[in-house]
């Protein structure tokens, strides 16, 4: 059952929702993934680079920003979306056949 840590008692329910939670942003990733590959067919059929550095600084600059206003640390997860990014670029690039 879905509880707030403040209402969580026990280590089994600490689990139970960290789990839980992790579940949700699994899903979340896979959705963000689906835009991965739709933005490489738009892009082939505007002539863009998988790799548009200033997209990826705005983004890289988003995450940083999000995460401080929730009180999360923003470098560490800029980091996080430094590697999103990364892997993202790659298959972009390979769908486009940049590689």
């Avoid at 942003?25 to 998988?50: H, Q």
């Avoid at 999000?66 to 972009?92: M, S, V």
């Amino acid at each position: 059952m879905a509880k707030t840590a403040a209402d969580c008692t026990t280590m089994a329910e600490i689990r139970e929702n960290i789990d839980r939670v992790d579940r949700a942003l699994m899903a979340l990733f896979a959705e963000r993934w689906s835009f991965i590959g739709r933005a490489a067919e738009i892009k082939a059929g505007l002539g863009i680079p998988a790799d548009v550095p200033e997209r990826v600084r705005e983004v890289r600059d988003n995450a940083h920003r999000n995460a401080e206003a929730l009180g999360l640390d923003g470098a560490f997860y800029e980091g996080i979306w430094a590697e999103l990014i990364d892997r993202a670029i790659a298959h972009e690039k390979a769908l486009l056949g940049e590689e």
